[in-house]
């Protein structure tokens, strides 16, 4: 009998090759047809979705996961109660940038380009309901599964972009409405499944939503102060050079992006393990310990591969009018053995209830990031992005391990944990 970590992380696997295929794949395509400058447009627009769609999550549905893992008979109640909060926290996020853009310094093409990308993330948001049934019921097949057809449908529907569409005035929008439709899809298929797992309990629960939020609070402005740290020093980019320089960042980044989707597989899997054993320091220092070893071994392969590889994997994606990308694909990859790292110091963190913890360590990466990048972006442009985006990924392990350490007792290697399966 295949045990259960091992059978949701070889799905996991599977479906995150897929949408790793498909990310590079389709942001390849994009790349080739917009060029340099309106690929930096439509990472702009990119950017701003991504604060959308963090303001729309604010880590609800890993503290939902948390706490149906530890009561399994509230599943159906938390799901209903996290669908509704979603719908209606989406709705004001998207309300509010829309009021934003409108007095911001962005391009027209910026502006609406971020609106209709907005209605992706509203489905992105809501979908985080039914992905708790199967996270917490550890049957993340189904979660793989919605994923997969998301994104088979978003690199099928570039490519006939590309093909019947190649030199359209507007053909950056049909690409942003090729992301909404491949989201839609996505939730319908996780909602589909969901229902066929668990019985949502749709009625309002105050007392649960309170509980839910009260919770999250930390973990929401931990979340907000991430995505600052992630995608801040893109902004100031935009703001002091060119739209050229952004979508030559963006490249790069997008690779260091995708890399993460290894220790997110791994640690969705782990995280309800981590939450059920977070009162028993023996078994989840064998958790931690084991996933610990993992996250070292594949991040360093990761890392020292993205190195070696980055003219081949510059040259076979985007092609040759992104050679200045290569430098900076290789300045980024040590960041990658680092957010590895951190991703099990920081759930151990989480499982333990600690997160308010987490609140300095965020607030002093995103300050050294952010400060650091306004002082060295105006005469270093990208490279001085990706350098600093190395220090503020080591900065940010040592201090999470830190934490882990002082909320559970974790110590990587204790036992010779070993590559087992959990």
Not at 135 to 148: F, G, H, P
């Amino acid at each position: 009998m295949v045990h259960p970590f091992t059978q949701n992380i070889t799905v996991q696997i599977t479906g995150k090759v897929v949408s790793i295929l498909a990310v590079i794949g389709s942001t390849a395509l994009i790349a080739r047809e917009l060029g340099p400058v309106y690929f930096g447009y439509y990472s702009i627009i990119l950017v701003n979705l991504s604060f959308i769609t963090v303001l729309n999550d604010l880590g609800l549905q890993t503290i939902a996961v948390r706490n149906a893992s530890q009561d399994a008979g509230s599943l159906g109640t938390i799901t209903g109660n996290l669908f509704w909060i979603k719908v209606v926290l989406s709705c004001i996020v998207i309300a509010l940038f829309a009021v934003l853009l409108t007095y911001s310094h962005y391009s027209p093409v910026v502006k609406r380009g971020v609106l209709l990308a907005s209605i992706g993330a509203f489905f992105l948001s809501v979908i985080s309901a039914p992905n708790t049934i199967f996270q917490s019921t550890l049957k993340l097949r189904y979660m793989v599964l919605s994923d997969i057809c998301g994104q088979i449908i978003l690199i099928s529907l570039i490519g006939l972009i590309c093909l019947f569409f190649a030199g359209d005035t507007h053909v950056l929008y049909y690409f942003i409405e090729a992301g909404v439709f491949s989201s839609l899809l996505s939730l319908c298929v996780a909602l589909y499944y969901a229902r066929r797992i668990e019985r949502v309990r749709w009625n309002l629960n105050m007392a649960l939503i309170g509980g839910l939020l009260r919770n999250t609070a930390p973990l929401a402005l931990i979340n907000l102060l991430s995505q600052v740290h992630f995608r801040g020093d893109s902004l100031l980019l935009s703001f002091m050079k060119t739209e050229s320089d952004v979508g030559l960042y963006a490249i790069a980044y997008k690779f260091f992006e995708s890399s993460l989707m290894v220790p997110i597989i791994i640690m969705t899997a782990v995280f309800p393990l981590l939450s059920r054993a977070h009162e028993d320091p023996g078994q989840l220092q064998a958790i931690a310990g084991k996933s610990f070893n993992w996250l070292l071994l594949t991040g360093a392969v990761a890392s020292i591969g993205t190195f070696s590889l980055a003219p081949q994997l510059i040259e076979w994606t985007v092609g040759k009018n992104y050679h200045e990308t290569i430098l900076l694909l290789r300045i980024l990859s040590p960041a990658i053995l680092f957010s590895f790292i951190n991703s099990i110091f920081a759930n151990i963190v989480i499982a333990k209830n600690k997160q308010r913890d987490i609140l300095f360590v965020s607030i002093s990466g995103v300050t050294i990031n952010l400060g650091l990048n306004a002082i060295f972006i105006p005469r270093y442009s990208a490279i001085a992005c990706a350098t600093i985006t190395d220090f503020s990924e080591c900065y940010g392990m040592l201090m999470m391990g830190y934490l882990a350490y002082r909320s559970s007792g974790f110590i990587p290697f204790r036992r010779k944990a070993g590559l087992a399966p959990l």
